[in-house]
């Protein structure tokens, strides 16, 4: 009975603790950002360091200085788009968001994403949103595990779909063009928001970018971990 007791004191003090934590640290701080064509990022994600660039082999993609518009770059959560929890878990409200434009060069991978972990990250979530003709693969990802959309907008042939190591639009000729604040388009023509669970333990991600549509501007963001909710079928 004491040991029942002293843990479930314990138990108690822990918790609210352990709730503060992660509700503060689910998603991606974004500290710096440097845009272009050979941008880069650093922050940090439930306590790991993470740097990001990026490098394109014939300028296809450039991530966005910071502002309020669909395909720029936030560092205090101002875009609300992740903050729906009907289409993105975890939703993360007061994150940072990685904004781009990529314009057309009609070659695959032609432009490179390398986001490095200061310590292993387990199961990480990768989220998206205004995607359209750049599909985002993640085939050269070292130790690459099962994806698992877990929530989105991917229905009847458009929005977010995940094939094989691939993250992309179903139809990337449709678009939408719902502000920032806004929820995400669930239905008719619109663009692919979602969070697709990278099942693993990562010390870097590597994602190949193509654009053979006709340009495309968004923004992608991580979370740590799933907390809850969407996706545990
Ligand atoms: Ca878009
Ligand atoms: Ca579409």
Redesign the pocket.
Known sequence: MKLSLKLDIGLVALVPMLLATQAHAACLDITALTPGTVGAFSGVIDGVAVSGTVSSTNPSLSFSQLGSGH?DSTIDGSFAKYSYCSVYSPCTPGGGTVGYTSSRNGLANAATIVITFSAPVVSPVFQVA???SMPYDFSATAGPGARLVLGGNGAGGDGLQVVGSVIKDGDPLT?DVTPPSAMPPTAGAR?AYSSVELVGTFSSLTIGVSQNGNG???SFTLSAARVSGLGSA
């Open positions: 395909g205004g995607l359209d678009s663009s495309d501007s968004g």
